[in-house]
């Protein structure tokens, strides 16, 4: 099914742009809190980044008939100071896509009747609210100069829900199976 609505696809390639960017930055976060022996925060990191992944890939895919060029405005966050303002900023961006931008922009597209675009942003939005937590969690931990434990981390190829210590039989928010999880 192809796009007809073009706020819709302005949402989608904003959050595209957005999660491009969260894919990038906290591969920065990552090496930079490995860099400073906190090697679980950083695969933390590593594995967040993988669903920002798998979410950016949803939005685009959804985009496929779009052919061309774009100026795309999406919001990001910056800076890399240390592990605890690192993991605020992490935090701060996970709350702004759960609390403003994927609310609006899923009732836009249930709305205007995108189905494809609405199944996109569901997915991250619920997605997010799990990172937000780890996120939280971690820092939690970082302030007292302690890294996160050394458990397994597992995320959803389809959605990107994120869990730590062992997959689910299947993902509570796609239904995929257990051993699609990536492990990290
Ligand atoms: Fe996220
Ligand atoms: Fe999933």
Same mark, same amino acid.
């Given at each position: ?15 595209? !742009? ?58 990001g ?6 592990i605890?303002?690192?993991?605020? !900023?992490a935090?701060?961006g ?18 205007? !009747? ?57 993902c ?13």
């Amino acid at each position: 099914m192809s796009l007809k609505n073009a706020m819709t696809a302005d949402f989608l390639r904003s959050a595209y !742009g957005g999660e491009s960017m969260a894919h990038i930055r906290y591969l920065v976060w990552a090496e930079s809190a490995e860099k400073n022996g906190f090697p679980n925060i950083g695969r933390l990191f590593r594995a967040i980044s993988y669903a920002e992944w798998v979410h950016a890939r949803n939005h685009f895919n959804v985009l496929k008939d779009q052919v061309g060029d774009a100026t795309v405005a999406a919001g990001g966050v910056f800076g890399l100071t240390n592990i605890v303002e690192n993991l605020q !900023g992490a935090f701060d961006g996970e709350v702004h896509e759960i609390d403003q931008m994927y609310p609006v922009y899923l009732e836009t597209a249930r709305f205007q !009747g995108e189905k494809d675009a609405e199944r996109s942003f569901h997915y991250a939005l619920s997605a997010e609210k799990e990172h937000a937590k780890l996120f939280k969690k971690a820092q939690d931990l970082a302030k007292q100069d302690k890294d996160t434990d050394n458990s397994k981390i597992y995320v959803c190829p389809i959605c990107g829900f994120t869990v730590e210590e062992e997959a689910p039989e299947k993902c509570p928010i796609c239904g995929v199976k257990k051993d699609l999880f990536k492990e990290f």
